[in-house]
């Protein structure tokens, strides 16, 4: 992409009235393509214990819990790392740091895949959970840098696009491998293919300008005065209690597939696949819905997700009906990240973007590491039986908290 092929706008700078910062005159494709091609392997690298769980505790002997406990240990180190790391790199190209994540990722991938013990796989997870979270920071802005505001709906959708094809192809893929070769040549695979997407951001990915330059004599405003952190910090609670249901039942979904449903070991990437594929629906027709109706539509994607768990859930042993509510469940999810985004996105303000963008990860990685801890307690204590209700509690918990936000802001806003 040249740079003869840029429209303008203006942007003040230190010691000018006004400095250049430019968005292509075309809509980028290839710049986003490339973001969500990373985005698949990252999300792929991350969950793709969850399918393999099984075959991963049997070799290792350990229990179906610890492997999940892998899930937890990867995003907690998320947790705790996102924004230090964010606040070290924040003048940084964003575009040499997504290179760099990726082969860290790499690394941590690769090793993963040679772990000799079980501990060995834990420091594995935590070398790929330090790129994540920087990752998922840097990239989660990058598609705001690229296109101007209005265009982020439909900028987000593609780049989210490669979490749910993680979902569609990613991981059932790599579950189906596991199962016919070893799940070590499915997380070397996955490595080596990071480091075939971190040389394509080299040479296709576009720089960005993600520095807001001050006026001459301005003084720079904290981030927690930002008048905007609070619409922030409130999308934040959403996410954590919505995703902690998801994950706390998720990450188990395929013992529970084997153990309560009965399905046999070998149908579960085929069952995944279905439930990416539900995704890959539900993700195309949130760039639709979500343009028109963003609140509304989110909402209503999470009532129909509640519905969906709780048929699985009271027909778990009815196969047929499973199958159904498993996809159903897929589709009506498969919209709600990108959702939150857009929303997290067109919340902040241009100033803390990349902040609300490294919140926005955390709070994601919080739910997982705590979702996935929960779920594998439960487990142990209580039986694998108890996850989708516990999924079903926390969704309607997010759902009122949604529904109280709307209310509080429309009475703001008639003045009542």
């Known amino acids: 992409m040249s740079a003869s092929s840029t429209n303008t706008a203006t942007t003040p700078t230190a010691g000018t009235p006004a400095a250049t910062v430019t968005h292509p005159a075309a809509f980028p494709w290839s710049g986003l393509i490339i973001i969500a091609s990373a985005i698949f392997l990252t999300v792929t690298t991350e969950f793709l214990p969850t399918g393999l769980l099984p075959d991963m505790a049997r070799e290792l002997t350990v229990s179906p819990s610890q492997i999940g406990f892998l899930v937890t240990v990867f995003a907690g180190t998320v947790v705790l790392s996102t924004a230090p790391l964010t606040i070290l790199t924040r003048k940084y190209s964003r575009k040499r740091l997504v290179v760099v994540v990726m082969l860290v990722l790499a690394f941590g991938t690769g090793l993963a895949a040679i772990a000799p013990s079980y501990e060995i796989l834990l420091l594995a ?26 265009q982020l709906g439909r900028a987000i959708a593609i780049t989210s696009a490669g979490g749910t094809t993680a979902f569609v192809l990613g991981i059932p893929v790599g579950t189906m491998l596991g199962h016919a070769v070893g799940w070590r040549l499915a997380f070397a695979i996955v490595g080596v293919a990071v480091v075939g997407i971190a040389a394509l951001v080299v040479k296709f990915l576009p720089p960005v300008v993600h520095l807001e330059h001050l006026r001459t ?20 609670v959403i996410i954590i209690v919505m995703m902690l249901g998801q994950f706390t039942f998720y990450t188990y979904i395929a013992p529970y597939l084997i153990a309560v449903s ?108 705590c ?15 108890v996850l989708p209700w516990v999924e079903l509690m926390f969704l309607v918990a997010a759902l009122g908290i949604m529904v109280m936000a709307e209310f509080v802001r429309s009475r703001s806003r008639s003045g009542a």
Not at 126 to 140: N, R, T
Not at 217 to 235: F, H, N, Q, Y
Not at 375 to 384: A, E, H, K, M, S
Request: positive net charge; glycine residues 16%.
């Open 371 to 385: 979702g996935a801890l929960i779920g594998g307690t439960l487990i142990d204590r209580v039986g694998i039986a």
């Open 125 to 150: 997870r935590v070398i790929g959970g330090l790129a994540h979270g920087l990752f998922w920071a840097v990239v989660g802005a990058y598609a705001g840098h690229l296109v101007p505001k209005h």
């Open 217 to 236: 004599g301005e003084i720079p405003l904290p981030l927690r005065k930002d008048r905007s952190i609070r619409g922030v910090a409130l999308i934040c």
């Open 262 to 369: 009965g399905f046999p070991g070998g149908q579960i990437g085929l069952l995944l696949l279905a439930y990416g594929l539900g995704g890959a629906v539900g993700l195309a027709l949130s760039a639709v819905i979500g343009a028109r109706y963003p609140r509304g539509g989110l909402i209503g994607s999470v009532v129909l997700v509640v519905l969906s768990v709780l048929t699985l859930t009271l027909f778990s042993t009815n196969q047929v009906v499973v199958v159904v509510a498993f996809i159903c469940w897929g589709t009506f999810f498969g919209g709600v990240p990108a959702l939150l985004q857009v929303r997290m996105l067109q919340v902040a303000s241009a100033r803390i973007r990349d902040a609300a963008s490294a919140s926005f990860a955390t709070a994601f990685n919080i739910a997982i590491a």
